[in-house]
T-cell receptor, first 113, second 118 residues
Framework: AQSVTQLDSHVSVSEGTPVLLRCNYS??????LFWYVQHPNKGLQLLLK??????LVKGINGFEAEFKKSETSFHLTKPSAHMSDAAEYFC???????????FGQGTILTVHP | EAQVTQNPRYLITVTGKKLTVTCSQN?????MSWYRQDPGLGLRQIYY???????DKGDVPEGYKVSRKEKRNFPLILESPSPNQTSLYFC?????????????????FGAGSRLTVL
């Protein structure tokens, strides 16, 4: 079965330091990949998406992700964390069955002052 | 304002008492979908609909029903709820019939409905 694995359930950083949220996917081809963010008591919001164009994808709020086919990874990064980045982040893959999306387990990002 | 509206936002019910969670979107979106979110499991797709009268199972459809009689509404029905259906539920929609799984369109999510079955 196709899957998405987020390698860390919790990540804690200090404000102003870099953020790295890791995501690996299983696939025999290049799927569509997304990162969504969920702030407390809110619905999910799209951060960025990869659809087989440029491998380095830029999203909102300074986030970016790099698609690496050889490593089957799609890690999310940000050079400098802000307090407002504290949220849960989901890596999502598509491109398998028509209409289906597969979500990773989620990574909770905590940002300390 | 363009949005996906779910009701109720919070519900506590008892085993076996039928309930419906409504979902409505005002963006004329073709695609709609239901997910449940459980700690450590991320979001899992329950059902989705590519258009009116067209629905299909996601990864965890057991115990749920849906209908799509009009484009804007996609209710989730629990005929006989059980405690293992206690969860946070999200409805989402996107514009085109091209599935969001292929990256062509972005999903818009509702704010969520927290359901507790005793």
């Amino acid at each position: 079965a196709q899957s998405v694995t987020q390698l860390d359930s919790h990540v804690s950083v200090s404000e102003g330091t870099p953020v790295l949220l890791r995501c690996n996917y299983s696939s025999s081809y290049s799927p569509s990949l997304f990162w969504y963010v969920q702030h407390p008591n809110k619905g999910l919001q799209l951060l960025l998406k990869y659809t087989s164009a440029a491998t380095l994808v830029k999203g909102i709020n300074g986030f970016e992700a790099e698609f690496k086919k050889s490593e089957t990874s799609f890690h999310l990064t940000k050079p400098s964390a802000h307090m407002s980045d504290a949220a849960e982040y989901f890596c999502v893959r598509g491109g398998t069955s028509y209409g289906k999306l597969t979500f990773g387990q989620g990574t909770i990002l905590t940002v300390h002052p | 304002e363009a949005q996906v509206t779910q009701n109720p936002r919070y519900l506590i019910t008892v085993t076996g008492k039928k309930l419906t969670v409504t979902c409505s979107q005002n963006m004329n979106h073709e695609y709609m979908s239901w997910y449940r979110q459980d700690p450590g499991l991320g979001l899992r797709q329950i059902y989705y609909s590519m258009n009116v009268e067209v629905t299909d199972k996601g990864d965890v459809p057991e115990g749920y029903k849906v209908s799509r009689k009009e484009k804007r509404n996609f209710p989730l029905i629990l005929e006989s709820p059980s405690p293992n259906q206690t969860s946070l539920y999200f409805c989402a929609s996107s514009l085109s019939r091209v599935p969001p799984s292929f990256g062509a369109n972005v999903l818009t999510f509702g704010a969520g409905s927290r359901l507790t079955v005793l």
